[in-house]
């Protein structure tokens, strides 16, 4: 449409052009329809689909706001470490390196918080797109990507010169993508950092993240941003914000399902979203009803 706005045209009156050249139609529906596409062929949007673009932004969209960016280390990593496939045999040596550079970037950035954010962002970023191209039948890249995702969540950020809300808009962003059950069990530990009126913005930023996916039809990633709400604040013990969307339950209610990207009221999220909160309270269905009443 950008295209069609910049060239000063509709839809309408493009196609309008092919009414009277039967020739036109005729090569247009060979094009489409018989003739496969070439690299050459794919335009900018078909190339830059919104999963790959959201996906690309959420793995390094805002690195130019850390105070030391994470794309030289990530540079170092990949160069040392490459970025090609490997089988499940191959990993546990994968595994080791990675280790022992994570390792060295921490003796080398003991005296510089600027530096060691940049380096466990880096790494993370690293080990999301490495498990994405490795056989990690063994689960050993999952193990240590999932600590990588803990211990940057973790860290203090305060004594750094990033801001409060690019560092959690990043953060709550990384956690829509996880593809490899990263958060499984630790779910609240994400969100430690998160508290008082950075958890206020937080939720209002997984909000417009949510739409947003919504909108471009990720469904899968819409419903872990919902979900996350609910997991930043059961962290810290703020259950009276969950009332805000309708009582915990309801928060799944928002997350998008038919194809035209209108909300749906199934029960799919919603029962989701309330066994991940009983999950993180450790209680049963029947005592979280209490909890969630306020009871």
Request: glycine content about 8%; overall charge positive.
């Amino acid at each position: 449409m950008d295209r069609l706005a910049a060239a000063r045209l509709d839809a309408e009156a493009l196609a309008a052009r092919a009414d009277d050249h039967a020739p036109l139609r005729t090569k247009a529906r060979t094009k489409v329809l018989k003739q496969g596409l070439q690299a050459r062929d794919l335009t900018d949007a078909m190339r830059l689909t919104p999963r790959k673009r959201l996906y690309e932004r959420a793995l390094r969209g805002r690195w130019d706001r850390f105070p030391a960016s994470p794309q030289p280390c990530y540079d170092r990593m990949v160069n040392h470490l490459g970025e090609r496939w490997l089988n499940e045999d191959a990993t546990f040596r994968l595994t080791r390196r990675v280790e022992s550079t994570r390792d060295r970037n921490d003796r080398a950035t003991a005296n510089d918080t600027d530096g060691r954010l940049a380096a466990r962002r880096a790494l993370v970023t690293y080990m999301y797109e490495t498990m994405a191209r490795c056989d990690d039948s063994y689960g050993v890249l999952g193990e240590l990507g999932r600590e990588a995702l803990v211990t940057y969540a973790k860290q203090p950020f305060d004594t750094t010169g990033v801001a409060d809300e690019d560092w959690c808009e990043d953060l709550c962003e990384l956690l829509a993508w996880d593809r490899h059950a990263l958060l499984l069990d630790r779910e609240t530990a994400m969100f430690t950092r998160i508290h008082g009126p950075l958890a206020d913005q937080a939720e209002k930023f997984l909000l417009t993240l949510a739409a947003e996916l919504g909108n471009h039809r990720l469904r899968h990633e819409a419903d872990e941003t919902l979900q996350n709400i609910a997991h930043l604040h059961v962290a810290h013990g703020r259950l009276d914000a969950l009332h805000r969307h309708r009582g915990p339950v309801g928060i799944g209610s928002l997350a998008p399902d038919r194809r035209d990207g209108r909300s749906r009221t199934g029960p799919g999220p919603r029962r989701r979203c309330a066994s991940g909160i009983r999950t993180s309270l450790g209680c049963s269905r029947t005592s979280y009803a209490g909890v969630a009443a306020g009871s």
